[in-house]
């Protein structure tokens, strides 16, 4: 089994900045990528952006490309998400998730067989 705890999310104005950290534990080899969604009330869960844990390639989403950072820790088993210049529209509750496979792009929640519990994003205007 696998287990991912988010954390770091809250309230911030418009502008602002937020680190959400996801710490994975138990078998937490055979992991091919790490990805970030989030999930807006009334809207489908989206791709944020993730990482492929050995090399570190990462990919953005359009909407975060130059705001948002993911990195990891491999010694602490932790992926992160560095979210500047927050707006009104990152509103969301995130999600970390972990593909064991990489068999597809990563781009689509079916791709991931594990998932955090979520942690509330909220950017006031």
């Known amino acids: 089994q696998v287990q991912l705890v988010e954390s770091g999310g809250g309230l911030v104005q418009a502008g602002g900045s937020l680190r959400l950290s996801c710490a994975a534990s138990?078998?937490?080899?055979?992991?091919?990528?790490m990805g970030w969604f989030r999930q807006a009330p009334g809207t489908e869960r989206e791709i944020v952006a993730f990482?492929?844990?050995?090399?570190?390639?990462?990919y953005y989403a359009d909407s975060v490309k130059g705001r948002f950072t993911i990195s990891r820790d491999n010694a602490k088993n932790t992926v992160y998400l560095q979210m500047n210049s927050l707006k009104p529209e990152d509103t969301a509750v995130y999600y970390c998730?972990?593909?064991?496979?990489?068999?597809?792009?990563?781009?689509?929640?079916?791709?991931?067989?594990?998932w955090g519990q979520g942690t509330q994003v909220t950017v006031s205007s």
């Open positions: 998730a972990r593909d064991g496979r990489g068999l597809g792009a990563g781009l689509r929640p079916y791709e991931y067989g594990y």
């Open positions: 990482i492929n844990w050995s090399s570190g390639n990462t």
């Open positions: 138990g078998r937490t080899f055979s992991r091919y990528r």
